[in-house]
């Protein structure tokens, strides 16, 4: 079997995380063809193109979509457009990636859901495909034992954004991915007005349906880049840094009964410390194609826990207290 991938949307994100990945992934699997790519902005597209190894750059998507009649598209596009585009995409039966949050809100999110029922499709959570994550995942499920507490301390700095919940979704699919579905959460907000409309310290507390209780900070103009989890069970504490800002090389320490066993690297999973592979991008794009190629169930869409963490974005932008969900 072989398969077409298209990109749309050819910014940062794209650049940064997607297209390294696809150029990487198709380099190490001939079946795979990067045929185009798709923005606004020609000369970002031919950039793109040249930079990663697609074969041809467009400015409409559907356009593309006519002329190339892709097997997968990868769509990376300024938040108001991700539920209108990845719904086009969809109505055409075109396996499809879709960059975080899946929509503006909770209702544009189950617009995709509705679209995407017999499509498969992921949500680019990308924080679920670390290597260190899944690392993580795989030492405490070894352990045996239930997860007590949880902690994200999500740090960033010069953040003025007037809605800061589409970049802290990331910290709350992130602890979900480690301690399953939400119950409830409390929610407590340090306005800074005099920096800006709708600035804020975040800070959840909530109970997993495991009974887990999670601690989430997100502090966007603290003087540091970082994300680092907490997980305590009885008798063992996990501490996983990702690969950014401070913590750029990332590493995952446990400890048991006092005594530290082990403290892994992200170096020792990737050598080349690329980030686009220590901060997930790589695995969530080549986890889908390696489904889409063996005829697999694709896994991560908008069923498989993408609903609460955009309920949770909701609750915040409109400065509630409390929700069950």
Same mark, same amino acid.
């Given at each position: 079997?072989?398969?077409?991938?298209?990109?749309?949307?050819?910014?940062?994100?794209?650049?940064?995380?997607?297209?390294? !990945?696809?150029?990487?992934?198709? !380099?190490?699997? =001939?079946?795979?063809?990067? $045929?185009?790519?798709?923005?606004?902005?020609?000369?970002?597209?031919?950039?793109? $193109?040249?930079?990663?190894? +697609? $074969?041809?750059?467009?400015? @409409?998507?559907?356009?593309?979509?006519?002329?190339?009649?892709?097997?997968?598209?990868?769509?990376?596009? =300024?938040?108001?457009?991700?539920?209108?585009?990845?719904?086009?995409?969809?109505?055409?039966?075109? =396996?499809?990636?879709?960059?975080?949050?899946?929509?503006?809100?909770?209702?544009?999110?189950?617009?995709?859901?509705?679209?995407? *029922?017999?499509?498969?499709?992921?949500?680019? +959570?990308?924080?679920?495909?670390?290597?260190?994550?899944?690392?993580? *995942?795989?030492?405490?499920?070894?352990?045996?034992?239930?997860?007590?507490?949880?902690?994200?301390?999500?740090?960033?700095?010069?953040?003025? @954004?007037?809605?800061?919940?589409?970049?802290?979704?990331?910290?709350?699919?992130?602890?979900?991915?480690?301690?399953?579905?939400?119950?409830?959460?409390?929610?407590?907000?340090? %306005?800074?007005?005099?920096?800006? *409309?709708?600035?804020?310290?975040?800070?959840?507390?909530?109970?997993?349906?495991?009974?887990?209780?999670a601690t989430l900070s997100f502090m966007p103009i603290s003087g540091c880049?970082?994300?680092?989890? $907490?997980?305590?069970?009885?008798?063992?504490? +996990?501490?996983?840094?990702?690969?950014?800002?401070?913590?750029? @090389?990332?590493?995952?320490?446990?400890?048991?009964?006092?005594?530290?066993?082990?403290?892994?690297?992200?170096?020792?999973?990737?050598?080349?410390?690329?980030? +686009?592979?220590?901060?997930?991008?790589?695995?969530?794009?080549?986890?889908?194609? @390696?489904?889409?190629? *063996?005829? %697999?169930?694709?896994?991560?869409?908008?069923?498989?826990?993408?609903?609460? =963490?955009?309920?949770?974005?909701?609750?915040?932008?409109?400065?509630?207290?409390?929700?069950?969900?």
């Open positions: 079997m072989s398969l077409k991938i298209v990109q749309v949307g050819c910014g940062y994100m794209a650049g940064a995380g997607h297209g390294p !990945s696809l150029q990487l992934y198709a !380099s190490q699997h =001939p079946e795979v063809e990067l $045929a185009a790519c798709c923005d606004i902005n020609l000369e970002a597209a031919q950039a793109f $193109a040249q930079k990663f190894g +697609f $074969a041809r750059a467009y400015t @409409d998507m559907n356009e593309m979509l006519d002329k190339e009649q892709p097997g997968m598209v990868n769509l990376a596009v =300024p938040v108001p457009l991700t539920a209108p585009m990845a719904i086009q995409v969809m109505r055409r039966g075109i =396996p499809i990636i879709l960059e975080k949050p899946p929509g503006a809100n909770i209702d544009q999110a189950m617009q995709i859901l509705e679209a995407g *029922k017999n499509v498969p499709h992921r949500v680019a +959570f990308n924080r679920r495909y670390v290597p260190l994550m899944l690392e993580l *995942k795989k030492r405490i499920e070894q352990v045996g034992q239930p997860i007590s507490e949880i902690r994200c301390d999500f740090l960033r700095h010069g953040r003025y @954004d007037d809605d800061f919940s589409s970049t802290a979704i990331h910290g709350i699919d992130a602890v979900q991915a480690i301690g399953g579905a939400y119950s409830e959460i409390d929610f407590m907000y340090r %306005e800074w007005p005099e920096k800006g *409309k709708g600035v804020a310290h975040i800070h959840l507390q909530g109970r997993m349906a495991s009974g887990a209780v880049l970082a994300e680092r989890y $907490a997980v305590h069970t009885p008798g063992h504490s +996990f501490y996983m840094n990702m690969a950014m800002g401070m913590d750029d @090389d990332g590493c995952l320490a446990h400890w048991q009964d006092g005594k530290l066993v082990e403290m892994l690297h992200g170096r020792e999973l990737v050598p080349g410390n690329e980030h +686009f592979i220590t901060n997930g991008f790589y695995n969530e794009n080549a986890m889908f194609i @390696d489904q889409l190629l *063996k005829g %697999e169930k694709v896994t991560g869409g908008m069923a498989e826990g993408a609903l609460d =963490p955009m309920r949770i974005a909701d609750a915040i932008r409109a400065r509630q207290s409390h929700i069950k969900l």
